[in-house]
């Protein structure tokens, strides 16, 4: 049964893993959130112990060895009350993913086209890759202080201009008129609602997912702590 440590610790790799490299644009809304870089952070090393533990577990079963099932029971249990402190804490700080939330840090922050600022580069990749334009929609940077400060000739930023293909890589219809804020040429959705409707169901699978990794955790602990009783 500790096989179903290393399994579940697999997935969390897997699921960490993607988050930070996932190429259609997972990964610039996690960087967007130091909350979201931190999460993705533990869940890749929580994954990567609990996989460890799960081969540790199993040496303790084959070998029916008293102190490896005990050690093996006791960060299992530390790993299932930091998941389920991490769970609470994403509960209580959910306001910090808010349409507001991210609406002020856009205004007080974006700089434009300066890709040496990682704050406005990862927002222009989100644009850019989910072809959408602030977070509301262009009228963000109306009221975005930095922005209207370094480029007071622009409406919107580059990257709220439409382009075909819609890729870093794809042709502006027109950058000049874009930025005078004309219709056409500009991605009119805003980011926030773009991405909700794309990743809807990952969240819903996500929360599944995290249910069922501390399902198999305390499953994995009522296991051990059996064997344990039952090794004379």
């Not at 940077?141 to 382009?163: M, Q």
Request: include cysteine; charge should be neutral.
């Amino acid at each position: 049964m500790p096989a179903c440590g290393q399994l579940g610790g697999a997935c969390l790799l897997g699921v960490g893993i993607w988050v930070l490299v996932d190429p259609t644009g997972f990964r610039e809304i996690v960087a967007t959130n130091p909350l979201l870089t931190t999460g993705a952070y533990i869940v890749l090393a929580m994954g990567g112990l609990l996989f460890l533990l799960g081969f540790l577990g199993c040496c303790g079963a084959v070998r029916e060895n008293r102190c490896l099932l005990l050690f093996f029971f006791m960060f299992i249990l530390v790993i299932f009350l930091v998941e389920l402190s991490a769970a609470i804490l994403a509960f209580i700080f959910r306001e910090h993913l808010t349409r507001e939330f991210f609406t002020r840090e856009l205004t007080k922050h974006y700089q434009g086209n300066n890709d040496t600022d990682v704050f406005s580069a990862t927002w222009n990749s989100v644009m850019i890759t989910f072809g959408c334009c602030g977070v509301n929609g262009p009228e963000d940077f109306r009221t975005a202080s930095v922005f209207r400060l370094l480029t007071p000739d622009s409406e919107v930023p580059k990257a709220c201009c439409r382009r075909e293909p819609q890729t870093r890589d794809g042709v502006l219809l027109s950058r000049e008129e874009c930025q005078l804020g004309r219709s056409p040429f500009i991605n009119k959705q805003g980011c926030y609602t773009v991405i909700l409707n794309t990743f809807e169901t990952y969240v819903y699978l996500a929360g599944a997912f995290a249910i069922g990794v501390l399902a198999i955790e305390l499953f994995l602990m009522i296991f051990a702590m059996c064997l344990f009783r039952g090794i004379q």
